[in-house]
């Protein structure tokens, strides 16, 4: 049985290390695919969390004056991934394939040909850093490379985490909706803000999304201001001004298999 309980926390203004970052790029033939890695200045990663960004989902990983630089920084996984890192974690934020960053449409996310792009970029990245397995985290249209990429590769990504999810179909594509969950066999975590904003990522969808995988639900509230649309990423379906503990309860499940909602207070 998973306890779950409420956990108010006060949020400490100190930052963690700057982070050390790199790109790590495969070629894929014609097309490559990258991911910007992240890690403490000492850490000795055991646990590797892949972040699928939400839309558009193409962050276009380059260097500039020998750094990494990139789109949608502004995005809840790409701005919170440092708050993953501990002695033990390594995050990579994964980008589109290089063919597909004019578009990047669902459809293509649901390939056999993205799984195995996926997979050659973490199986790369854990061939360098020395880690087996991953658990894959996806947020809002990201939650759609996440699910798919992990269902591909069970054995390689035995643990999902889908924020702030797509679960309506619109004019990127079907979202969640028709997600068959019986066909991913890893463990499964669905995390959302109570007042998420989006009509696209209702909560009382992802109550009935829990229910449906037979998966937990970890609940958000508090944090903010928000500001901007309503599914933008600086409003409670970015999780704005929870980052923090909701990326720390994140870690926990991952280490331990147990959820806790989080509630932050300001």
Request: hydrophobic share 40%; glycine share 10%; net charge positive.
């Amino acid at each position: 049985m998973i306890w779950r309980l409420t956990v108010f926390l006060l949020i400490p203004l100190a930052a963690l290390a700057q982070p050390v970052e790199q790109i790590v790029t495969v070629k894929r033939g014609s097309y490559s695919i990258a991911g910007l890695v992240s890690h403490g200045p000492k850490a000795k990663p055991k646990h590797g969390v892949a972040l699928f960004a939400g839309h558009p989902g193409i962050l276009k990983l380059h260097e500039e004056n020998g750094r990494p630089a990139f789109l949608l920084p502004g995005n809840f996984l790409i701005r919170s991934r440092r708050w993953w890192l501990d002695a033990e974690t390594l995050t990579v934020a994964v980008d589109a394939p290089s063919d597909q960053w004019t578009s990047f449409d669902q459809s293509f996310r649901q390939t056999a040909r993205y799984g195995a792009d996926v997979a050659a970029l973490l199986q790369e990245v854990g061939r360098r850093f020395g880690i087996g397995d991953w658990t894959l985290v996806g947020t809002s249209e990201g939650s759609v490379s996440a699910f798919h990429a992990a269902r591909m590769n069970p054995a390689l990504a035995p643990r999902l985490i889908l924020t702030a999810s797509v679960f309506e179909s619109g004019r990127n594509g079907p979202g969640l909706s028709d997600a068959k969950w019986s066909a991913y066999s890893g463990k499964l975590l669905w995390v959302h803000h109570a007042d998420d904003p989006c009509s696209f990522t209702s909560y009382r969808a992802a109550q009935a999304f829990a229910k449906k995988s037979g998966a937990p639900l970890l609940t958000v509230r508090g944090g903010g201001p928000e500001r901007g649309g309503a599914c933008e990423a600086q409003t409670f379906h970015g999780f704005v001004g929870a980052e923090r503990a909701t990326v720390e309860a994140m870690r926990s499940w991952v280490k331990t298999g147990l959820s806790e909602d989080v509630g932050v207070h300001r």
